[in-house]
């Protein structure tokens, strides 16, 4: 008998995607496992590195993309969700890779402008920064407005040089993405691999508030979906308060977010106790078990240690939305996987 983790109904009632098959206690599969992609959820994914996160990731992508009504966005820190555009197995996935994502710069708060520079907004250049992003939402504007103050030379010098650093990083520009284009009901990747973690935030933070405030304004008609891999980098920085925002308001308007993460003691409690779906692979770090741990449902049988899954591609779920615990195996992806790390060995046997 399948089931739909995220919602009481079966099948039948609306979208779903299938996450994998039940596990049997022999290890093989059992009945499919869906998700419910009708409804926005908040999501996350945890597991140490090579048993299945970021691969997971990917099957709930492009279930995604197959999926009518839906707007999937990933954040691709690592570069390993490229190949969702590569020919797939069975129906289409429709993908588009934006290998320089811009965006707005208008799209970042006073605040976020200074944190994302490292500038204190008590401070003479941090301050100067703050009153151009309140004034101006171009970067060569901003540092136009600064220019034209008449603060002490050092303190103009500093600021235009902040906010150089941050042109030359590439990710601003007027043309950046938008909701129209986020929202075309392809899954859109955003391959931020080789940038650093102030611009990787930056993109982080302008596409996730674009995608919530399309939603509040009526703007959008899909249901967005923002997949963030290796979150934990996402929360230390000027993203995270969008994140928080979509974890804990993104129901209202109908904005879901997967999180991704090997780090789950390194993101906030919060990442942990708003998701209504928690997909578990393996963890050995005694934080990390800690930070799940706290969060662990009464509804659970058993300890976390006791059920946590050992092997590459099994997946523990607690699906709050129906108060269930699923062992479960993830399907195969209709893509390949883009996350498998080089070997020394492959080198030698092209020579």
């Known amino acids: 008998m399948s089931f739909v983790i995220g919602r009481e109904e079966g ?18 599969a059992g009945a499919p496992l869906y998700l419910d992609l009708d409804g926005p959820h908040a999501m996350l994914v945890v597991g140490k590195r090579g048993y299945g996160k970021s691969y997971t990731l990917g099957v709930v992508a492009e279930a995604l993309a197959r999926t009518p009504g839906v707007a999937p966005v990933v954040v691709d820190p690592m570069g390993v969700f490229s190949t969702l555009d590569d020919p797939a197995d069975g129906e289409p996935v429709p993908a588009e890779v934006v290998a320089t994502p811009r965006v707005d710069p208008g799209a970042l708060d006073p605040r976020s402008w200074c944190a994302l520079v490292g500038l204190d ?14 004034e101006v939402d171009s970067l060569p504007g901003m540092r136009r407005a600064i220019a034209a103050t008449d603060a002490p030379g050092p303190d103009r010098r500093a600021a235009d040089n902040h906010l150089a650093l941050a042109a030359s990083w590439g990710v601003f520009g007027a043309d950046g993405l938008d909701a129209t284009r986020l929202g075309s009901g392809r899954v859109t990747v955003l391959d931020l691999s080789g ?13 996730g508030e674009g995608l919530y405030r399309s939603r509040v304004t009526g703007d959008l008609d899909r249901l967005p979906w923002l997949l963030v891999d290796e979150a934990h980098t996402f929360f230390g920085g000027v993203a995270g308060a969008t994140l928080n925002r979509i974890l804990t308001r993104g129901r209202a308007p109908g904005v879901s977010l997967g999180l991704a993460t090997q780090r789950p003691g390194a993101i906030p409690a919060a990442g942990v106790s708003q998701s209504d779906l928690l997909c578990t692979h393996r963890l050995t770090a005694r934080e990390d078990i800690e930070a799940l741990r706290a969060a662990r449902p009464t509804y659970m049988e058993g300890s976390l240690t006791e059920r946590m899954p050992t092997e590459p591609g ?36 092209s020579d």
């Open 11 to 28: 099948p039948g009632a609306g979208p779903t995607g299938q996450l994998g098959t039940y596990r049997a206690l022999d290890g093989s």
């Open 121 to 134: 907004p008590g401070g003479g250049p941090g301050g100067l920064v703050w009153q151009a992003a309140r």
């Open 195 to 207: 940038l650093a973690d102030a611009p990787m935030n930056a993109v982080a933070r302008a596409v």
């Open 314 to 349: 099994e997946v523990l779920v607690v699906d709050d939305a129906t108060e269930t615990v699923h062992t479960a195996l993830v399907r195969r992806r209709a893509t390949p996987h883009g996350g498998d790390s080089p070997r020394a060995s492959d080198s030698v046997a």
